[in-house]
């Protein structure tokens, strides 16, 4: 039931990938073969990713955390940083960034209750340690729980591009400390969570997709309502000059 669920929570993703990329791409302005080109890219590049995820699992590399820092903090970094570029000056993610509708750059944020969710059934399981949920240290459920309500106000006009800001500044902030947590709760000299089980278990299948596309996917999306927030700013500075 829990491996079902997190299988749905992973191609539901990938899926949302797609059709904001189909969706951005037509807002933009490409022709109809060219937003069809442009998914077909993001398409390749999200199979990437989970066959990548799959092999670095089934390699059982990632699964030695003798070494410091582990296998596996050595092959998430390179994601995140990935992400962070992709969002933040590619021609991607300001294509995203654009086209796609501040309500959903905010509300996408969302998908992370039921993920949380998830990481409680494991807990409940005996799969996960408590401190990576909201029973624990975990507080990331607070930007899901927040994030349609602000996704509401923004659609309205109801609230202001600072409050937006700190929104997200806080969103990053709450996706930050979970990433700490669960890497210091995994087995390795760098563990500062001794309890059992460890978090160990997301270097395994199907396990693995919670830090390679559930994480990436909220970190994307903080970085993507950043870009959205500071070209809507230099728009509205240049129609100023302009008047």
Do not use: C
């Amino acid at each position: 039931m829990i491996v079902a669920l997190l299988v749905t929570l992973v191609l539901a993703v990938v899926l949302g990938h797609l059709l904001a990329a189909w969706f951005s791409a037509r807002r933009t302005g490409l022709p109809l073969k060219q937003a069809a080109y442009f998914t077909g890219y993001v398409g390749a590049g999200a199979a990437s990713l989970l066959l990548l995820s799959v092999a670095a699992s089934v390699s059982g590399l990632i699964a030695n955390f003798d070494a410091t820092p582990p296998y596996l903090m050595r092959f998430l970094f390179p994601h995140l940083v990935f992400t962070l570029i992709l969002g933040s000056i590619s021609p991607y993610g300001r294509r995203l960034a654009l086209g796609l509708p501040i309500v959903v750059l905010i509300g996408l944020q969302a998908f992370r209750i039921p993920v949380e969710l998830l990481l409680d059934a494991l807990y409940a399981e005996g799969i996960a340690p408590v401190q990576i949920t909201y029973r624990g240290w975990n507080f990331d459920i607070l930007t899901g729980l927040t994030a349609l309500p602000v996704a509401w106000l923004a659609a309205h006009g109801k609230i202001s591009r600072t409050l937006l800001m700190a929104w997200n500044i806080v969103g990053l902030a709450l996706l930050a400390n979970v990433v700490i947590v669960a890497l210091t709760s995994m087995p390795g000299p760098l563990r500062l969570f001794i309890n059992e089980p460890s978090a160990g278990f997301v270097a395994s299948l199907p396990y693995i997709f919670i830090p390679t596309v559930f994480v990436t996917t909220a970190l994307l999306g903080h970085v993507l309502l950043f870009r959205r927030l500071q070209l809507d700013a230099k728009s509205a500075e240049l129609r100023h000059v302009r008047v």
